[in-house]
């Protein structure tokens, strides 16, 4: 069977002709490798050319818009498909991620990389893609990333060729009908790296409940109960038919994507009043809010409006956030961000946004502390945190 086009292409089209942006001092180029590869049972016929326009064009533009043009990314592809020694059933893998067969995605791994190490010099090369020709109903996910992630955190689980060669960064996996979401959710997997054996930036669903039986999307959107359709490392897209939503504050964060000097610190022993313009301006003067309430857990406040991939979200407003640094992961009912809920009876957080015509408050008795959105300036809202007592007005 021969696929022309990708159903995300189309539907991106307003998106795709962005221009690409001149790199400025500072500008950081992450440079990627796509290795293409095939399976002696699957007939699906791809043309290289989109897979080039799906990496160095469409989801280029996404991460230079979303990083406020801090970040592009530079793609070379392998001029020809590889065809791996094993029909894909060997390699397939369970849609559930604590179900994993991790010597599977290792097999794939390293018989992609013992075909092409002598075509490929990997130290030119900052992570590698490994696209494969095959459906998500062939291999059983549409996108993982193996590390950091399936094959571990730590810098001793890193990746190498059958010769030695270093993969440098990390190694995501896709079959070819993966969202411009999924691309980017396991693409910042690798650009926001480890730490202490950790991933700075982790999946935002739960884990557990994306591991319980059900149909595939079902049960994924389920699992989304910490960020919902709000950041694609929660859902990778809204609808299908949509491009994904902008990322949050607190994924920029973790990416480096905020300046320090966007960030409001509100003071834990005084009253403050502030302008929290929309995330999607990266020249505004306040993108986030920070709130601490301990040395590990504070809130974080963001202004989401219908600008650029912010079209796509379920609603608009001032997103409040309970983030605890302390969580690595997201299961056993722990995440390191979750969003508070404005309207707890819309399903999936679709409604978790306030405003000043809807729910336009919020308060945390136990540490007294109250967040009032006042006015609508523009895109942009005035917004008054209040910490002198517990129960203020």
């Known amino acids: 069977m021969k696929i022309n086009a990708f159903p995300v292409l189309v539907v991106l089209a307003i998106f795709s002709c962005l221009p ?7 500008h950081i180029v992450e440079k990627g490798i796509i290795i293409l590869v095939k399976f002696p049972d699957v007939n699906n016929v791809i043309d290289r050319n989109l ?10 533009n996404y991460i230079q818009q979303m990083s406020y043009d801090k970040v592009s990314l530079e793609i070379d592809t392998t001029e020809k498909w590889y065809t791996l020694p094993e029909p894909v059933g060997h390699y397939k893998i369970s849609p559930r991620n604590l179900e994993v067969d991790k010597s599977r995605i290792r097999k794939l791994i390293d018989d992609t990389f013992g075909a092409v190490e002598n075509d490929v010099n990997f130290s030119k090369y900052d992570f590698s893609v490994i696209f494969m020709n095959a459906k998500v109903e062939d291999y059983g996910m549409i996108g993982l990333c193996g590390y950091p992630g399936m094959l571990g955190f730590s810098s001793q689980d890193a990746l190498k060729t059958p010769s030695g060669q270093l993969i440098k960064g990390g190694t995501a996996i896709f079959c070819f009908q993966a969202h411009l979401g999924t691309l980017f959710h396991d693409i910042a997997h690798i650009l926001g790296g480890t730490k202490e054996g950790k991933r700075m930036l982790p999946c935002l669903y739960d884990h557990d409940l994306q591991s319980k039986p059900g149909p ?12 919902g359709y709000w950041d694609p490392m929660s859902c990778h897209f809204y609808k299908w038919g949509q491009p994904p939503p902008g990322v949050c504050s607190w994924t920029k964060i973790r990416l480096n994507w905020l300046e320090p000097s966007q960030i409001k610190i509100v003071n834990p022993n005084q009253n403050t009043e502030f302008l929290l313009d929309s995330l999607e301006n990266g020249s505004a003067q306040i993108l986030a809010a920070k709130i601490p309430i301990s040395k590990n857990t504070y809130y974080l406040l963001e202004n989401r409006q219908p600008i650029g991939y912010d079209k796509v979200l379920p609603q608009y407003g001032v997103l409040i956030m309970y983030a605890d640094d302390s969580v690595a992961e997201c299961r056993h009912g722990l995440a390191p961000v979750k969003l508070i809920n404005a309207n707890p009876s819309v399903p999936n957080l679709e409604a978790a946004a306030f405003d000043i015509d809807r729910k336009n408050f919020y308060q945390d008795d136990k540490n007294g502390i109250r967040i ?22």
């Open 20 to 26: 690409n942006v001149t790199s400025a001092q500072g």
């Open 216 to 227: 595939t999307r079902q049960v994924g959107v389920e699992a989304m109960i910490n960020m």
């Open 51 to 60: 897979v080039e326009m799906r990496f160095s064009r469409q989801l280029n």
């Open 372 to 393: 009032d959105i006042l006015e609508k300036i523009g895109d942009s809202y005035k917004i008054r945190v209040n910490r002198s007592a517990k129960h203020p007005y």
